[in-house]
């Protein structure tokens, strides 16, 4: 019973990265077709996304989160919406104002044209 318990707990706690992230897997996201600022003293000004996990046919309005940091291997185009298969990967014990994950594109499903609405 001792052992089993141990191996439990050795295997839970060797894969969680403290934000919930088990282990590296494959997710499909979408990302929005408009990029924002976002500013958050004494850090500066970021980039960000709107994504969502998930594909582009099980989106819904109020399930936006924001991406700051950069989808390795992915050049993105204002103006298109994007379907992706992306690697994630966690990042161990991170600060707690960092990311958890870093992302790696592995395809791009698909990229729609959508009418942007000019920022004044």
């Known amino acids: 019973m001792f052992l089993v318990s141990t191996a439990f707990l050795l295997s839970a706690c060797e894969e969680d990265n403290g934000c919930g992230i088990k282990k590296e897997r494959t997710v499909e996201m979408v990302i929005a077709a408009e990029q924002y600022k976002l500013n958050y003293p004494p850090e500066p000004e970021m980039t960000c996304f709107k994504m969502q ?53 592995i395809k791009v499903i698909s990229q729609t044209p959508v009418n942007v609405t000019p920022k004044p």
Do not use: H
């Open 53 to 105: 996990y998930g594909r582009k046919t099980e989106r819904i309005e109020e399930g936006w989160m924001s991406l700051c940091d950069p989808i390795l291997g992915f050049d993105y185009i204002e103006g298109y919406e994007y379907e992706l298969l992306v690697k994630e990967i966690p990042i161990k014990n991170p600060p707690m104002d960092a990311p958890c994950a870093k992302y790696q594109l």
